[in-house]
């Protein structure tokens, strides 16, 4: 476990975190997904926090064969399924997190975080 310090040191920008909504049936709604997550990218946050942050993690399950456990397992996930690159929050001192660092136009941003979203919709 790092410092206070040194843990502030490293996160850089501001989070957001994203509620995942459900619908009846249980599946992620993917239409209210994608909407919070594009209301928060035009808010101007540097990353968001998703998949589980406000306790949905129970309802949620993954994909026959994907096992996802730790931050690592799912940048790995998202890196092939998605072909989205992500850095896992230990490579910065903060396990269970995800940094989405960008420096593409908006329309690629786009693009990676609805890959991202059908990503995640697989795991439910």
Excluded: W
Excluded at 9 to 34: V, Y
Excluded at 108 to 117: D, G, H, K
Aim: glycine share 10%.
């Amino acid at each position: 476990m790092k410092t206070k310090e040194e843990s502030l040191a490293r996160a850089r920008g501001l989070f957001n975190i994203a509620i995942t909504p459900f619908a009846d049936d249980g599946r992620i709604d993917l239409a209210g997904f994608t909407q919070n997550l594009e209301h928060m990218l035009e808010l101007g946050y540097d990353g968001l926090l998703t998949g589980g942050t406000y306790g949905e993690s129970p309802a949620m399950d993954t994909p026959e064969g994907v096992s996802i456990e730790t931050d690592a397992d799912l940048a790995r996930y998202l890196l092939h399924d998605a072909g989205v690159a992500v850095v896992p929050g230990t490579a910065f001192g903060m396990a269970s997190y995800l940094r989405l660092a960008h420096a593409v136009p908006g329309s690629r941003l786009q693009e990676a975080c609805e890959r991202i979203v059908a990503a995640c919709l697989r795991l439910a």
